[in-house]
């Protein structure tokens, strides 16, 4: 089916870290959904991902989405917004601002202000159900090493939701099924984009037997290594 269509805007991508052992987190969770399918803000599409982690596994909190691929992207984001610990809920937005609590015009603010920076094109097309090829152009000249990344994230279903206790901090603060934007089940860096130029992948897409074909999205983005900027996005349904 190919881009999700949102004519004329620019992508900004906000990524949530939540976790079940969190009582604000709901919240958090509300607030990116909602900034998702309403898209209140001219001129912006914005593309929300969950990136469930594993750090509180140890802790004895079992989240059936966490990947420990997720605790180390939030460790990258402590280091350059210089935090002392891992918390949550924390949303990223453009690689380039966090938000600690879950303030939806503050959302917006931010989202806003990253529309405005200079921004790459990327875009996805389907050969077939299981063969993809990304493009990246326009990446600016000013741009640092920058990594094209694929996210596929999986729309909430309530067998899922279930799976999560999201007891809060306290014991007994059951707080309910958390809300959920798309779940990243897998992110892979498919290559370097070159600056000015036009960068092309091919991929023969995999699937996981345990994930629901139909709640599938591809979310595309370009990030730098070191400024953690996200130069350009785009979501896609195959």
């Not at 037997?209 to 130069?231: G, H, M, N, T």
Request: net charge neutral.
């Amino acid at each position: 089916q190919g881009a999700i269509p949102q004519a004329g805007r620019v992508p900004v991508l906000v990524e949530l870290f939540p976790a079940d052992a969190c009582a604000i987190c709901p919240a958090a969770g509300e607030v990116v959904r909602a900034l998702e399918q309403k898209q209140p803000i001219a001129g912006v599409e914005v593309i929300g991902i969950e990136m469930r982690m594993d750090a509180w596994g140890a802790q004895g909190y079992r989240d059936p989405f966490a990947l420990r691929q997720m605790t180390n992207r939030q460790n990258e984001y402590l280091r350059l917004f210089k935090l002392d610990n891992l918390f949550t809920p924390q949303i990223v937005i453009g690689g380039q601002a966090q938000l600690e609590n879950p303030d939806v015009q503050q959302a917006k603010d931010e989202i806003a202000r990253a529309a405005k920076s200079q921004r790459a094109t990327v875009e996805v097309s389907f050969q077939s159900a299981s063969l993809a090829t990304v493009k990246v152009d326009k990446l600016p000249s000013s741009a640092g090493e920058s990594e094209i990344w694929m996210a596929v994230t999986e729309s909430p279903a309530d067998s899922a939701d279930k799976t999560s206790n999201n007891t809060g901090n306290n014991p007994g603060n059951n707080t309910g099924p958390l809300g959920r934007t798309g779940v990243v089940r897998s992110l892979v860096m498919l290559g370097i984009a070159e600056p000015g130029e036009l960068t092309t992948y091919s991929m023969h897409l995999r699937f996981n037997p345990r994930w629901r074909r139909e709640d599938l999205k591809y979310v595309v983005f370009v990030q730098e290594r070191i400024s953690r900027k996200i130069w350009g996005a785009t979501a896609v349904v195959p």
